[in-house]
């Protein structure tokens, strides 16, 4: 069975600082990944995925991510955080084929301090 | 492009009540899966529908249910509710499924009293 790990629930880093949260996943086969951000009360917004190829990949509001399948992780960065990425962060895999059914990590939320 | 649309945006039901919930996808997507968030569980898979049809469901009772119509909008339906309902109810869709990326509406916040 598919499953993903965000080892930490909360992280507090300062404006300007650089971020990584991590996320494992447990997969049999290649997996497509992906990272959503949800702000308070909203929805979840899609910041980057990976499904092949390079496994580097870059997403918007400066994000990237580092497909590792040796390590089964996919962790996201960022080089410098701004107060306005203040917000819960969501790991998910996804099905090869077939139905749209996305597993997600249970989410990091992320602080920013002035 | 319009986006993911869900309404209504809140609701409050009674306990034994049914509720509807409603999810238009965006133009040209034909997957429409739905998601229970809750701060004790997290994000969980409700089911999916592509082309009126459900491809695949989680693991919840069959009060949940759900539909799809032929203009790929989506509806969810919750019978006899519990407590335990209380929840953000996220739709996401999709061009053909999971091979394709999945966009989500804003929720309904669904609570049970």
């Known amino acids: ?114 | 492009k319009a986006g993911v649309t869900q309404t209504p945006r809140y609701l409050i039901k009674t306990r034994g009540q049914q509720v509807t919930l409603s999810c238009s996808p965006i133009s040209g997507h034909r997957s429409v899966s739905w998601y229970q968030q809750t701060p004790g569980q997290g994000l969980q898979f409700l089911f999916e529908y592509f082309s009126e049809t459900q491809r695949n469901k989680g693991n919840f009772p069959g009060r949940f249910s759900g539909r799809q119509f032929s203009n790929s909008r989506s509806e969810m339906n919750v019978s006899t509710l519990e407590l335990g309902d209380s929840a953000l109810y996220l739709c996401a869709s999709s061009r053909r499924g999971g091979d394709t990326e999945a966009f989500f509406g804003q929720g309904t916040r669904l609570t049970v009293v």
């Open chain 1, 1 to 114: 069975a598919q499953s993903v790990t965000q080892p930490d629930i909360h992280i507090t880093v300062s404006e300007g600082a650089s971020l990584e949260l991590r996320c494992n996943y447990s997969y049999g086969a290649t997996p497509y990944l992906f990272w959503y951000v949800q702000s308070p009360g909203q929805g979840l917004q899609l910041l980057l995925k990976y499904f092949s190829g390079d496994t580097l990949v870059q997403g918007i509001k400066g994000f990237e991510a580092e497909f590792k399948r040796s390590q089964s992780s996919f962790n996201l960065r960022k080089p410098s955080v701004h107060w306005s990425d203040a917000a819960e962060y969501f790991c998910a895999v996804g099905s090869i084929q077939g139905a749209q059914k996305l597993v997600f990590g249970q989410g990091t939320r992320l602080t920013i301090n002035p």
